[in-house]
C-alpha cells in the first residue's frame, strides 16, 4: 500500500542495458538545527541545456534524461525543464536529508492525481495530512494490523482456490488481473469487513482506468475531472453504497472494518464529510491494491526469467516457517528494488537550503528518484541482476537508510508498508509451492503512472512445480 507514489512517466524496457550510475556526491550534509542561509554551499552541477533539448526533439521519456542527468553529473544534479530549475536526488545521503530530515523544507505540492483522490491523504498537506494520518497511522501497525491478517488470508485462499480451477482446466489466466483481483479483494475485505463480489470488481475496475489515465490527463482539475467523468461517476456509486452501509451499523463476515474507523471519526471531527470519506476510501482503494498488484505481477514476471529465485526461497524451511516466509518476504523486496512503488517522490524547496554541500534555492523543484538509486552500482553490485539473497545474506546490501527506500522514508513514508508486505508475502505462500504460470507472452515495456506496471497483457497457464 503506497501513499507515496509519484505521477509522470518513466518507462523501463526489460533487456535494455543497465541504468547508467554514479558515485555518490562528495560533500556534509548541513549540520542539522542550523540554518543554511543562501551561498552556504558549492553551486549545484548543471547539465548543459543541450541535452534536454534534443531529448525532448527525440521525443524521449523522462527516465531517459534523468539516466543521464544522473550519468552525467552525479547523485546531485540540476537541470531546467521549463523556468525553474529541477534537481534530481538519488544520493543515498541526499534522499535522507530531503525525505527524512528536513520535510518542513522540502514540502508536497498539489497531487497530480487529486481528480481521483481528492483530499485523501495522499493527496493532503499540511495541517489536513498530518491529521488524516494520525488518524489512519494505528491501523497499519500492532493490533490494527492483527486485525486485518485473517481477511488478507481468506483473500489469499480465495485466489489460490481459482489458480487449482485454471490448473485443472488448463484455463488460460491473465497474471496482472489476477494480481489486481486478489489486492482488491484483500483491501475491499479490511475496509468493509465484505468479500469482494463480482459485481463490486467490476465496477471498481474504474479505478484501475483511472489511475492508468492520470499521466495523459489535463493540467487544469476540472478539465482533468472531466475527461474520466464516466469513470469517476462509477467509483463515487460504490463509494456511497460502502459508506452508507457503514453508517447504517452494516458489519460483514469479517467483523467492521478500516471503513467503520472514518465514518466513526465523523461523529467526533466535522472535517471527516461524506466528501472526505469518500476521498480516504478511494485513497486507500488506490493505495491498497494498485501498488500490490503490479509488485506481485513483476515479481511473477522475474521469476519466469530466474526459476532458481523461486526454487531457493522454497527450499528455505518448511511449509509455514519462518525461514520460507523470510525468504518470500526476499523475493517481494529485490522485485521492489527493481521496480519501487513510490517510483518518484516530487517536492518544492520551501526555503532555500544547503544539500549535501550544495547549495539549492527556495522555489526550486526536486525529484527524488528511487527507481534510479536502486539501480545505482555503487549502491547494489550487478545491479540489473535479480538476487533476493541481497535481503537474507548479512552485508550483502546497502545499509543508508537513503540506498533502498521502495515506499519512501521520513514522515510521509507510506503508512501501509506492514499492510503490503504481508499480503504479498501471504498470496506468494499460497502459491508458490503449487502453481508456477507459464507466461504465453510478456510485456516489453513498463508505464509509470502513480504505479510502475507491465505495459501489456500477461497471458499464462499453470504448471506445476519443479520442486
Known amino acids: 500500500m503506497d501513499t507515496e507514489a509519484g505521477p509522470g512517466s518513466l518507462p523501463h524496457v526489460p533487456g535494455t542495458p543497465p541504468v547508467p550510475g554514479a558515485s555518490p556526491v562528495p560533500g ?38 534523468l539516466s543521464q542527468v544522473r550519468e552525467r553529473s552525479g547523485g546531485v544534479a540540476a537541470f531546467r525543464l521549463g523556468s525553474a530549475p529541477t534537481v534530481l536526488v538519488t544520493d543515498p545521503q541526499a534522499v535522507q536529508h530531503v525525505l527524512a530530515r528536513h520535510p518542513e523544507r522540502y514540502v508536497k505540492r498539489s497531487h497530480r492525481a487529486r481528480a481521483l483522490l481528492g483530499g485523501g491523504v495522499m493527496a493532503a498537506t499540511g495541517e ?25 488470508t481468506e483473500a489469499a485462499r480465495t485466489t489460490a482456490r481459482r489458480w487449482d480451477r485454471y490448473a485443472r482446466t488448463g484455463e488460460v489466466l491473465d497474471v496482472g488481473q489476477e494480481m489486481r483481483r486478489f489486492a482488491l479483494d484483500a483491501i475491499w475485505r479490511s475496509l468493509t469487513g465484505h468479500p469482494l463480489d463480482d459485481g463490486t470488481g467490476r465496477e471498481l475496475a474504474a479505478v484501475e482506468a483511472v489511475a492508468t489515465a492520470l499521466p495523459t490527463l489535463p493540467a487544469d482539475a476540472t478539465e482533468a475531472r472531466d475527461a474520466v467523468a464516466g469513470e469517476l461517476a462509477r467509483i463515487d456509486a460504490v463509494a456511497r453504497y460502502a459508506i452508507e452501509a457503514a453508517r447504517n451499523g452494516a458489519v460483514g463476515p469479517d467483523g467492521p472494518g478500516l471503513l467503520h474507523v472514518l465514518v466513526d471519526a465523523a461523529t467526533e471531527r466535522p472535517e471527516y464529510t461524506d466528501q472526505l470519506i469518500r476521498d480516504e476510501l478511494v485513497t486507500l482503494l488506490v493505495a491498497g491494491h494498485e501498488t500490490t498488484a503490479s509488485t506481485l505481477t513483476w515479481l511473477h514476471l522475474l521469476l519466469d526469467r530466474n526459476p532458481e529465485a523461486r526454487e531457493q526461497a522454497l527450499a528455505a524451511g518448511g511449509e509455514g516457517s519462518a525461514e520460507r516466509g523470510r525468504a518470500i518476504q526476499a523475493l517481494v523486496h529485490e522485485t521492489l528494488r527493481f521496480y519501487p512503488s513510490a517510483w518518484v517522490l516530487p517536492r518544492y524547496a520551501a526555503q532555500d537550503d544547503t544539500l549535501v554541500g550544495y547549495t539549492v534555492e527556495a522555489g526550486t523543484d526536486i525529484l527524488v528518484c528511487p527507481y534510479l538509486t536502486h539501480r545505482d552500482p555503487e549502491l547494489w553490485p550487478d545491479p540489473e541482476r535479480f538476487d533476493p539473497r541481497r535481503f537474507t545474506t548479512p552485508d550483502n546490501r546497502p545499509t543508508h537508510p537513503g540506498a533502498y527506500f521502495p515506499f519512501g522514508i521520513g514522515p510521509r513514508a507510506c503508512l501501509g508498508l506492514q499492510f503490503a508486505l504481508r499480503e504479498s508475502t501471504v498470496l506468494l505462500e499460497h502459491l508458490l509451492p503449487t502453481h508456477t504460470p507459464v507466461f504465453r507472452s510478456t510485456p516489453t515495456k513498463t508505464t509509470y503512472g502513480i504505479t510502475v506496471r507491465p505495459d501489456g497483457p500477461t497471458p499464462a497457464t499453470l504448471a506445476p512445480p519443479t520442486t
Open 28 to 65: 556534509t550534509p548541513h549540520p542539522p538545527g542550523t540554518p543554511p542561509g543562501p551561498g552556504a554551499g558549492r553551486p549545484l552541477p548543471e547539465v548543459e541545456a543541450g541535452l534536454v533539448e534534443r531529448w525532448r526533439a527525440e521525443g524521449g521519456e523522462l527516465v531517459e534524461l
Open 128 to 152: 489536513a495530512w498530518r491529521r488524516q494520518r494520525r488518524l489512519l497511522q494505528s491501523q497499519f501497525t500492532g493490533t490494527g494490523m492483527r486485525r486485518y491478517e485473517q481477511r488478507i
